[in-house]
């Protein structure tokens, strides 16, 4: 919990050093749908540049034997073509995640009856496009390409609860970012 707090924290940091800046607020509603908690501060460092600092945290399981509990922060530089925080804008992002994933498949070697504690960074290359609502909310489309590195200490689930597998590294080239997050300008 935390971290959580940490993240927010330096989000708040970084939105009150940009002092006389645009600032946006923003929240990811692909992550909303599946219930995980996420939060955004977007804000401008010049004419055609921001700086996109992002974060989630799931607490949750779900189920009593299924488990995809995580926290992640997602920092991303922006450049905006033509104006900043309208049209279309190319950016190179980076992530780390603290991960604890219990009996869920994911494309990254992770099979069910599994369960994976570990650690992801990486980072890619994003597109995107905002859609100006008003002078104070935005829909934002994103998606980006990357590595990511994962390592995680692994257990089998399937006989004997818990039995330890050993320490594992992946690598992973795909979808590293993807978004649909509604905006909310302060300045």
């Known amino acids: 919990m935390r971290k959580f707090g940490l993240i927010f924290l330096l989000s708040y940091l970084v939105s009150l050093l940009a002092s006389g800046q645009t600032v946006a607020l923003k929240t990811n509603l ?12 977007e804000f ?9 600092v992002s974060g989630n945290y799931n607490p949750w399981d779900l189920s009593s034997s299924r488990s995809i509990r995580h ?7 922006r450049y905006w073509p033509v104006e900043k925080f309208d049209g279309h804008f190319f950016g190179i992002h980076a992530f780390y995640t603290d991960y604890i994933f219990k009996d869920v498949w994911l494309p990254m070697g ?14 890619g290359l994003s597109y995107g496009y905002q859609l100006y609502l008003s002078t104070r909310w935005s829909l934002e489309f994103t998606a980006g390409f990357g590595y990511g590195n994962y390592e995680y200490d692994k257990f089998s689930l399937e006989e004997d609860e818990n039995a330890y597998l050993g320490l594992f590294r992946t690598d992973y080239i795909g979808v590293t970012k993807l978004g649909i997050s509604i905006t909310y300008f302060l300045k």
């Open 30 to 41: 692909l992550y909303n749908a599946v219930t995980v908690p996420n939060l955004g501060v």
């Open 44 to 52: 401008s460092v010049g004419k055609h540049f921001t700086v996109d």
């Open 71 to 77: 926290w992640q922060v997602l920092p991303e530089f």
């Open 110 to 123: 992770m099979k069910r009856n599994q369960a994976f504690d570990g650690m992801a960074y990486g980072a």
